[in-house]
């Protein structure tokens, strides 16, 4: 099995933060130590069950089992837990005056001039993505698309959409395309009526602006029919979104 590093703390002026760092087992044909760096939000529900709203993803065996049986590296994992009461408030890149938000920028500032270069410090990182889901692959799609030379992508589960409406839409449109990026998005047919719309109509926008299956701008969105706004839905799901995030 793959070995968890010491624990950061990451305080952003929100309050500290644990991040735990996992580094999966080496593969067999890694002739490096060389890997990507996967920045994932809701670091409680990725390890074990403790501390997670509803079971963990346990995404260090999905990680080791990636190292055993792809060419790839497997990544390093950066999984920062969330604020609980303050999570939507540093989760979500705008202000909703019922839900509130707004603070996503302020965290991911911290991440990308503190932790990120922490990390390269004492590792070689090759490339670097965004992850999570519900409001952590908001937060994923908006860091993509806010800090691009520093995520080359983003691994967006059920993002939540719905709460920014149209605002991450006109980000992107706002905002010149990167040059290369890998972004995967999902969704589940038993997450409400308004989720598989919203994820749909941000694929469409991002084909729009240049993003396919091909090139160097990929993109993939996925349907799960039976699949709910839930950790084990997102776990299941996991591996197929780091195949293709890692994907030549």
């Keep these: 099995m793959g070995r968890f590093l010491a624990q950061h703390t990451l305080d952003a002026g ?13 593969g067999r044909s890694e002739r490096a130590a060389a890997r990507p760096l996967l920045v994932m939000f809701d670091g409680q529900n990725l390890f074990g069950d403790r501390g997670s709203f509803a079971g963990g993803w346990h995404i260090h065996r ?7 049986t792809h060419r790839t590296p ?7 837990d969330h604020g609980g009461v303050a999570r939507i408030d540093e989760l979500a890149p705008f202000r909703d005056a ?6 996503l920028a302020t965290l991911l500032a911290t991440i990308v001039t503190d932790l990120v270069p922490k990390l390269r410090e004492h590792h070689a990182i090759t490339q670097c993505f965004a992850g999570g889901a519900s409001l952590g692959g908001l937060a ?4 993509h698309l806010l800090y691009p030379d520093v995520f080359q992508g983003a691994l ?12 991450v839409a006109a980000e992107l449109h706002g905002r010149p395309a990167p040059s290369r990026s890998r972004i995967y998005l999902d969704c589940g047919g038993r997450e409400g009526p308004s989720m598989r719309p919203a994820i749909d109509a941000f694929a469409a926008r991002l084909g729009d602006r240049g993003w396919s299956a091909t ?27 780091l195949r293709f995030l890692l994907a030549p």
């Design 215 to 241: 090139g160097e701008r990929r993109l993939l969105s996925r349907f799960e029919a039976r699949g709910r706004h839930h950790e084990a839905a997102w776990a299941r799901r996991f591996p197929r979104a």
């Design 14 to 26: 929100l309050g500290a933060r644990r991040v735990r760092i996992f580094v999966p087992v080496r």
């Design 156 to 167: 967006a589960m059920s993002a939540s959409l719905w709460f920014a409406r149209d605002r």
């Design 140 to 143: 994923s799609l908006y860091a």
């Design 62 to 68: 999905a990680l080791d089992d990636f190292a055993r």
């Design 98 to 103: 019922e839900h509130g938000g707004g603070q």
């Design 74 to 80: 497997a990544p390093l994992v950066a999984a920062i």
